[in-house]
């Protein structure tokens, strides 16, 4: 069975509840919460996909996410997602959202931070390996590895932010 999603409109205000792959074929509008994972030496966790999933199977994501339920805050639905995928009970903080236009359709995306333990528990139906990097790292790493859309987007949109409250 399909998830259910609410379709927004241009300005995040909810039309009504469509299925997600209806939503996606038809590049309506949805919500997508994703988190940046750091561990407390400030390390940023990236993940491969799933040859399993649906989405993008195999390739690497500096955030961890997906699609808010209906009913669901940005927040709580990256704090659904951090356990399903992680393992981790997490509060991420919401730090923006954007319209993004990667991807396999047009979305709201809200970006989270959260500090997690670097011991997780990934979810071997969606992750098919995860690692800790650095932020020159990983800078490197989405130069040579094969990323999401999203990842490229967000995690640009991450670094902006955080020099902005530096």
């Known amino acids: ?11 995040d205000r909810v039309l009504g509840v469509v299925s997600r792959r209806k939503a996606i074929r ?6 997508v919460a994703v988190t940046v994972c750091r561990d407390d030496r400030g390390r940023i966790l990236v993940h491969r996909r799933s040859e399993r999933v649906s989405r993008f199977p195999g390739l690497y ?7 808010a339920n209906v009913g669901e805050t940005y927040e709580q639905a990256a704090a659904r997602e951090l356990a399903e995928e992680l393992g981790i009970r997490a509060l991420p903080r919401l730090l923006f959202t954007f319209l993004n236009r990667s991807g396999l359709s047009p979305h709201w995306l809200g ?9 997780v528990v990934a979810d071997p139906d969606e992750v098919a390996w995860h690692g800790w990097l ?15 859309p999203d ?16």
Do not use: C, I, K, N
């Open 151 to 166: 990842s490229h987007e967000a995690f640009s949109r991450y670094l902006a932010f955080r020099s902005a409250q530096s």
């Open 134 to 148: 650095t932020e020159p790292e990983l800078r490197s790493a989405l130069l040579e590895w094969r990323f999401t």
């Open 111 to 119: 970006v989270h931070e959260a500090v997690v333990p670097d011991a």
């Open 1 to 11: 069975m399909d998830e259910l999603v609410e379709r927004v409109d241009d300005q």
């Open 61 to 67: 994501e500096v955030e961890v996410g997906g699609a």
């Open 26 to 31: 038809e590049g309506w509008l949805h919500r």
